[in-house]
């Protein structure tokens, strides 16, 4: 009995939760991201904080102490990178030959004697390669960084200023730290970008309103759909009263998107799309409109009077003998698929007469 119930519950789930809209991003549309994917990663390296680097040389008589600090990244360039889907995964980023200059002061003591000077840091042919997953959290859009690996080809110092020649019998020694401490730091700098950008996903609304009178769910139905050139994300796409929100008296069907190599992104909605937002402004109520005798001309041949519009139904001059203006409302009754004589309709309305009672003075 367990097992029905949880079949249930699958089938329950499934069919509520069909998207009203559908968007895919093609390969076509991921090189683009990649470009701006490479821009961020540049941007993200270039606000990279590093240590200060402490340690000593044993010159024969003695220690030279030294500190190098306040390195910057002043400028950041790659010559290649790529983005590839991994399907039921997410997206492969890939980063190679990116190069990064950097500057920073030096200073060093021995005994009562202190020096400084300034110094360039290049780092270069530095590969970077990152695997992220692509999910549905509460709805939402989630990212994470499944894995993350770097290596770097080569680093060159060059120190000015003071006693800077001291330090060129050292440089390979320097050279290896630096190279070392900026290699531990790169994957820790795309996963903490990478964690700050979920954060903000997460923060994201899940509606967005239209106008006064409606609001669109934009919730995701399902985790996205990633497979080797393509990802599909399923949106619910609904339409909602801001003043009455209620699920309207039909439901989203499903339907395919057919995936086009040649566009970037691709876009469709289901006629639940439109009918959700037809039914909203109903419930809204900004699709009535009340017609009274005295928006008739008074030349006009025919008035909404019990005399006239009597004939047409006669049951109204029998219950409102006297009544002298009626009020014409349209409301939303019967919306549901194929109402109306178009074929595929959007949604239908049906015009209700309802009559009003004035006694004459």
Partial sequence: MQLVIFFLMILTHTYADYPALKAVLSEKGLRDVSQMMAVWIQNKLKSTEFPEVRGGVDIGIGTVNYVISNMQVVQCSMSGQSMEFKQGTG??????????????????????????????????????????????????????????????????????????????????????????????????????????????????????????????????????????????????????????????????????????????????????????????????????????????????PFHLNTSQFGVFIPQVSMLCVQVMILEVKIDPVNLHKDASVLKHSLFVLNTLVQSYCYKLL
């Fill in 91 to 300: 997206v492969s980023v890939e980063v190679s030959q990116l190069s990064l200059a950097i500057t920073g002061s030096w200073a060093t003591q021995f005994g009562i004697i202190h020096d400084g000077g300034s110094f360039d840091l290049a780092v270069y042919n530095i590969n970077i390669n990152t695997l992220l997953g692509l999910g549905d959290e509460a709805g939402r859009l989630s990212i994470t960084t499944i894995s993350c690996s770097d290596d770097i080809g080569g680093v060159h110092i060059q120190f000015h200023g003071g006693a800077s020649f001291f330090f060129e019998p050292f440089v390979s020694t320097f050279q290896g730290k630096i190279s070392e401490m900026i290699h531990v730091r790169i994957c820790p700098a795309i996963q903490q970008a990478i964690s700050k950008l979920e954060m903000n996903l997460q923060k994201m609304p899940v509606s967005i309103p239209v106008n006064q009178y409606i609001y669109l769910s934009i919730l995701f139905t399902s985790s996205p759909a990633v497979t080797d050139r393509s990802i599909e994300l399923d949106i619910k796409g609904e339409f909602y009263s801001k003043s009455f929100p209620s699920e309207p008296p039909f439901s989203a069907s499903a339907f395919d998107i057919k995936y086009a190599e040649n566009y970037m992104l691709s876009l469709a909605a289901s006629e639940f799309f439109v009918n959700s937002a037809a039914y909203a402004y109903l419930s809204s109520e900004v699709l009535q409109i009340n017609i009274t005798d005295n928006m008739i001309p008074k030349s006009f």
